[in-house]
């Protein structure tokens, strides 16, 4: 059974900076394109960034912020997040690219507020 399992999130300030991370259990991430998205309050969720066979892209709303990374030998996938801001307050969660719908946990909860 595939679980993945978000950690990492809390409240931070603005131009505050985490690192989230995503432990995979069930599947192999090498081979898997992964990425994470969020969804923020009454709001739709919407993908983040995406790391794939040594390349790597993110969303023009974080690009230069962010950065995801995996580490293979540890099945994670990591969510650098850096200067952030209010409008970054959220739930993150990760999922292959494309997203399977069977593979959502319970996502790791961002507030970026003074």
């Known amino acids: 059974q595939v679980q993945l399992v978000e950690s990492g999130g809390g409240l931070v300030q603005p131009g505050g900076s985490l690192r989230l991370s995503c432990a995979a259990s069930g599947f192999n991430i090498n081979g898997h394109a992964m990425g994470w998205y969020r969804q923020a309050p009454g709001k739709q969720r919407e993908w983040v960034a995406t790391s794939t066979y040594g390349r790597t892209d993110s969303a023009d709303s974080v690009k230069g912020r962010f950065a995801i990374s995996r580490d293979v030998a540890k099945n994670i996938v990591y969510l650098q997040m850096t200067s952030l801001r209010p409008d970054d307050t959220a739930v993150y969660y990760c999922?292959?690219?494309?997203?399977?719908?069977?593979?959502w946990g319970q996502g790791t909860q961002v507030t970026v507020s003074s």
């Open positions: 999922n292959t690219v494309p997203q399977r719908n069977t593979y």
